[in-house]
């Protein structure tokens, strides 16, 4: 009976061995996959757990959380242009579907990256280059789309599929660049123009205005000049001289105060030709004499034309 107590304690702490090599935790948003003897058991959700010490094993545990998966694809555009492609695939195993997420598939990041290149593959060549860009949402969406109705079967599900880069061939980057710049420049030589021609039409509009002014001020001075000579020839008929004298008179006097004029100016050249102290009297004595002999010629010419032109024999 003394021995029983030396045994009592190895068998205890084999026992104690036992139950705690049974036990075992699982992790938020994690589950266990449970098999006995090789065979599904149960699936273990998040907390302690128990199984059967050497007869159950936990054969593998599976990510619950939300996954990505970046896959890169290289294609062909309908303009016969090569681009790369990045698209990242968001899935996760179903609540309810763990078991075939876990022994359908062997490894569920090469069955989508397969899905992927085939879709990307199908819809990417039916596209321009250009639409490429502006359509990448339709690319995304027929992914997603083909993804959803292949992998739900396998206990995965499709979150979202977006295409995050396109990365058309160096080569074919510069060429757009070139276009770009070329376009820019083109709507910038337009812009310029177009500033051009209305600053054009501008100043034509100002010189036709200042034109006209200027027209109307040399009219308003002609005529006031003309009023002027009138008024002086007037006058001078009051004290005895005749229109043909006082015209000389006036002609005589505004040589004189031109050459005044120019002389008031430093900067300019006057030449004076060589005349007798009786100048200014020959000049005045020339221009009434060719005032005289014009009126004459004039006179002789209207009374020519108002006489009956002789009639020729037999008329």
């Known amino acids: 009976m003394g021995d029983l107590p030396v045994l009592i304690i190895p068998l205890l702490l084999f026992g104690a061995f036992i139950i705690f090599s049974g036990l075992f935790t699982v992790r938020q948003q994690t589950a266990a996959v449970v098999q006995r003897l090789g065979?599904?058991?149960?699936?273990?959700?998040?907390?302690?757990?128990?199984?059967?010490?050497?007869?159950?094993t936990i054969a593998g545990r599976?990510?619950?959380?939300?996954?990505?998966?970046d896959v890169?694809?290289?294609?062909?555009?309908?303009?016969?242009?090569?681009?790369?492609?990045?698209?990242?695939?968001?899935?996760?195993?179903?609540?309810?579907?763990?078991?075939?997420?876990?022994?359908?598939l062997e490894n569920s990041h090469e069955q989508i990256t397969a899905y992927v290149f085939d879709v990307v593959r199908a819809e990417v060549p039916k596209m321009k280059l250009d639409d490429v860009f502006v359509k990448k949402d339709d690319v995304a969406v027929a992914i997603m789309r083909e993804l959803q109705e292949?992998?739900?079967?396998?206990?995965?599900?499709?979150?979202?599929?977006l295409v995050t880069d396109i990365d058309p061939d160096q080569a074919v980057k510069h060429a757009m660049n070139r276009i770009n710049a070329a376009e820019r420049e083109k709507l910038a030589a337009e812009y310029d123009g177009e500033a051009e021609r209305i600053r054009i039409v501008a100043r034509a509009q100002a010189e036709a205005e200042s034109k006209k002014l200027q027209g109307q001020g040399i009219a308003d001075q002609r005529r006031e000049i003309a009023r002027g000579l009138e008024e002086s020839v007037e006058v001078l008929n009051q004290v005895g001289i005749n229109s043909q004298e006082a015209s000389a008179l006036i002609v005589i006097t505004q040589h004189y105060d031109t050459l005044q004029s120019l002389g008031e100016h430093t900067n300019s050249n006057l030449i004076l030709m060589p005349n007798a102290p009786t100048a200014a009297s020959d000049m005045l004595n020339q221009m009434v004499t060719s005032f005289t002999a014009s009126s004459q010629v004039l006179d002789a010419i209207k009374e020519g034309n108002n006489k009956t032109p002789p009639r020729l024999k037999g008329e």
């Open 39 to 56: 065979k599904f058991q149960s699936i273990r959700q998040a907390g302690l757990q128990f199984k059967v010490p050497f007869i159950d």
């Open 62 to 69: 599976m990510n619950l959380k939300i996954q990505q998966l």
């Open 72 to 104: 890169n694809v290289e294609t062909k555009t309908l303009d016969d242009v090569f681009v790369r492609l990045k698209v990242s695939v968001q899935f996760r195993v179903l609540q309810d579907a763990i078991y075939d997420a876990f022994y359908k």
């Open 150 to 161: 292949a992998m739900n079967d396998y206990g995965y599900g499709i979150v979202k599929a």
